[in-house]
């Protein structure tokens, strides 16, 4: 999937973020938000803020199987990642469907931009290591932020190892965190290393995603 000149240039990369959580700042920082409550992940980046052209690509692979645009996505998030320092992860961690919903759907979106990623960087990606015990309710029907994370609480199950190694766990869209926030938390009850989120999209905390 090839997108033209004119799409490429509206998706412009965020020009400020949060170190912490990448929610869009005027410049690079750390939010006030991360300042008072710090996120259970050490950074985050996403390639683009939500918006038309953001969530039509979202939505085309999310909604309507064009899996093409997992390719488009991922390689937009690796190209916002070149500004990164350091060492990479050591292993790339997509938020998982419920089986469910991932049976419905026949995919998860989350995992087929791992994929792309995973080849661009040269670091493995582990779809098995956790799972997601409970069908929360889509976190796109509310704008809730606090009811947001009381329906992920404890909706996800590490079953692996993870003394010491590093991960990044990866998204198509973070909005409030919830999400990426509670995986974070029962991979550091499984004693994970560094965490980040790499996500593509970044929302505002209180807007719907759908």
Known sequence: ??????CREELNPMDGACRRCAAALPNDG????????????????????????????????????QLASASVLGQLLHRRLQRREGAWPEV?????LHPRRARERGFN???????VLS????????VSLCRRRR????????????????????????RGEMAGISAAII???VTSGATVGELARELK??????????????????????
């Open 30 to 65: 750390v939010c006030a938000t991360c300042q008072r409550r710090p996120p259970p992940f050490a950074a985050a980046w996403s390639a683009m803020p939500f918006n038309a052209l953001s969530r039509g690509l979202v939505h085309q692979l999310k909604y309507h199987g």
């Open 135 to 158: 069908d929360t309710p889509p976190q796109a029907l509310t704008t809730n932020v606090e009811e947001r994370h009381h329906n992920l609480k404890r909706a996800f199950e590490v």
């Open 92 to 96: 790339l961690v997509p938020v998982p």
């Open 109 to 115: 979106q989350a995992a087929e931009i791992t994929r």
């Open 1 to 6: 999937m090839a997108l033209c000149r004119g």
């Open 189 to 210: 009850r499984a004693r994970a290393g560094r965490l980040e989120v790499w996500s593509v999209c970044r929302a505002e905390p209180h807007s719907p995603v759908r």
């Open 119 to 126: 080849r661009a960087i040269a670091v493995p990606m582990d």
């Open 171 to 173: 998204d198509d869209v």
